[in-house]
């Protein structure tokens, strides 16, 4: 299978449980990407590095002049994933239905929320 995450809203929700799915998912022989809109490679390595997540690719923009979920589902369908882990409900909606989407939520109060 091939697995997309997400990092800001998503990973950084969580670090620990990335860390043990993408090292778990790699270790079964699965495809790990990460895609982001970030602008700086080697911050966003150095900290997926200290999170201990794992991943064959690190997917970021060339450029910066673009809606970041267009940006995002494109990338998505590029990477063909067969699972996604995603914040932003605009990228998961705009994702082909084959895909299983995980989008992180908050409880609060008792109730869930969508942060």
Known sequence: MRIGLDIDGTITRAPEFFAFLSKALMDAGHQVAV???RMDRRLTEEELAEYGVQYHELILPEEFDHEIAEWK??????LQPDVVFEDMLDVVNGLPKMVVSFVPLSQKHGDLHYA
């Open 35 to 37: 895609v982001t809109h």
């Open 73 to 78: 589902i494109e990338a998505f369908k590029k």
